[in-house]
């Protein structure tokens, strides 16, 4: 189930490129995390799923709802890292016994009280680039070295 899920976010995505749609790129993440929350909920529920699941999807929503909104700056960052925590600390709620999760999720949510507060540039302007391949190649270390539970 999972490598077809993959298959078709991957083509929705580019049908979206294909169609103009400005904000396929972000969608992509989304689709990626749907298609492993879907093998999360459909086979015996691997703990495995769960984390990708969580991960790109905050990541993927972290990217689509500044841009949906038009929020740029410090106030797209402020959403970003906020939604990426909530993605991370949802890990921690379905599965509590694991509490790893919840170090990301501070780390992070502390990135994104900080840039509430203090209005300060702590990602510099050209880390997004970053981001996406540094998500991506984590998600896929995970996946190679977390044994499915």
């Known amino acids: 189930m999972l490598g077809g899920s993959i298959l078709i ?4 995505t580019y049908l979206l490129l294909a169609l103009g749609y400005e904000h396929a790129a972000s969608v992509l993440f989304v689709a990626l995390g749907l298609a492993f929350l879907g093998a999360y909920v459909v086979g015996n529920r691997p703990y495995v799923y769960l984390v ?6 905050g990541f993927g929503l972290g990217l689509f709802v500044p841009e949906l909104l038009g929020l740029g700056g410090q106030l797209g960052a402020l959403v970003f890292f906020a939604l990426l925590a909530a993605g991370v600390l949802a890990v921690f709620l379905v599965a509590p016994e694991r509490r790893w999760p919840l170090v990301p999720a501070a780390i992070l949510a502390a990135v994104a009280i900080t840039i509430s507060i203090t209005g300060a540039e702590l990602i510099p302007a050209a880390a997004p680039a970053y981001l996406v391949p540094l998500i991506l190649i984590a998600v896929g270390v995970y996946l190679l070295f977390e044994r499915p539970s």
């Open 9 to 12: 976010a991957v083509g929705i």
């Open 52 to 57: 990708p699941a969580a991960v790109l999807l």
